[in-house]
């Protein structure tokens, strides 16, 4: 059984101002540590939980289940997360949470393949039932794809130096595991990259954005998800790299923007609104829960509330 903590906990479920007897989305259903807090405050109220994990769901149906009958976890993508509400017969919510990233057993079951930590074979899949892992994105992307792939997911510097390491090492063999992956991108490195921290992290967030199409499926949910919320109702977003929290952030700005012609006399605070940001600024953790979960050090944490 892996640890799971859950980042920022106290911050998320204070912010979104659950009511007893709201009707609440975990969008990323994990360890259950988010939904186990939120389904405390509903007694009369109902949480649906997305995942798209056969483990994480089992796992945390077990811990949910010992606070509160009141949930339903959904198996599918959060992109999804309007139409599969809509089959079960809900049209607006009070509340949604993000916790994007992954969950700590993704990296804490090596035969995952998310960590490059330990050896396993390539996989990275949130749903393992799809057909693309990083198998399928290391051994038959070309070469302008996985360039593509470590500038725009992992924000690589040497994008297609690392791309041509790959194909002249699957040209000889398969590259089949974690470990002989981390072996190609330590040998394309410069020198100097190296010095900065362990080249494989971004490397793998890259493949692993690609893998399940993070970005796109994230942009897809948050219109949805602005599209449903009842009045008052709140997204929280708790993102860990800088890609997420820019869609967050700018999904949050589109909401909140109202075009009024130039020269209008209206005071800002006249002008009707359908959303306000509730963080002007996002939401970091404490020195206290980051030197506690080392992984909580990227997390920013945004708001929006719909008027």
Do not use: W
């Not at 692993?208 to 449903?228: F, H, Q, T, W, Y």
């Amino acid at each position: 059984m892996y640890k799971h903590v859950s980042v920022l906990l106290k911050e998320s479920i204070d912010s979104l101002n659950i009511k007893n007897d709201g009707i609440y989305v975990d969008c990323t259903l994990g360890g259950g540590g988010h939904s186990s807090e939120i389904l405390k405050q509903i007694p009369k109220g109902h949480l649906y939980c997305f995942d798209q994990d056969d483990y994480a769901i089992e796992v945390a149906s077990v811990k949910l289940s010992k606070i509160s009958d009141n949930f339903t976890i959904i198996k599918s993508n959060f992109a999804n997360i309007k139409e599969e509400l809509e089959d079960l017969g809900v049209m607006k919510v009070d509340g949604i949470l993000y916790d994007l990233g992954v969950s700590s057993f993704h990296f804490d079951i090596p035969e995952r393949g998310f960590s490059y930590h330990s050896d396993a074979l390539l996989d990275m899949r949130m749903d393992q039932t799809q057909q693309i892992s990083a198998l399928t994105v290391i051994n038959q992307y070309s070469l302008n794809e996985l360039t593509t792939v470590f500038s725009k997911y992992g924000e690589i510097t040497y994008p297609k130096r690392l791309a041509v390491a790959v194909i002249k090492a699957r040209d000889e063999k398969v590259i089949n595991t974690t470990q002989e992956f981390v072996d190609i991108i330590l040998d394309a490195t410069p020198a100097a990259v190296r010095k900065k921290g362990h080249p494989a992290k971004k490397v793998f967030q890259a493949i692993r954005i690609a893998v399940n199409d993070e970005l796109e499926v994230l942009k897809k949910s948050l219109e949805s998800s602005l599209s449903i919320l009842n009045q008052k109702g709140r997204i929280v977003i708790i993102s860990f790299h800088s890609l997420e929290d820019r869609i967050a952030k700018r999904a949050f700005n589109n909401a909140v923007k109202v075009d009024i012609p130039r020269g209008l006399p209206i005071k800002d605070s006249d002008i009707p609104r359908e959303f306000i940001k509730i963080t002007r600024k996002p939401v970091t953790p404490t020195d206290d829960e980051t030197t506690e979960n080392v992984r909580a050090r990227s997390a920013k944490m945004r708001v929006i509330e719909k008027l």
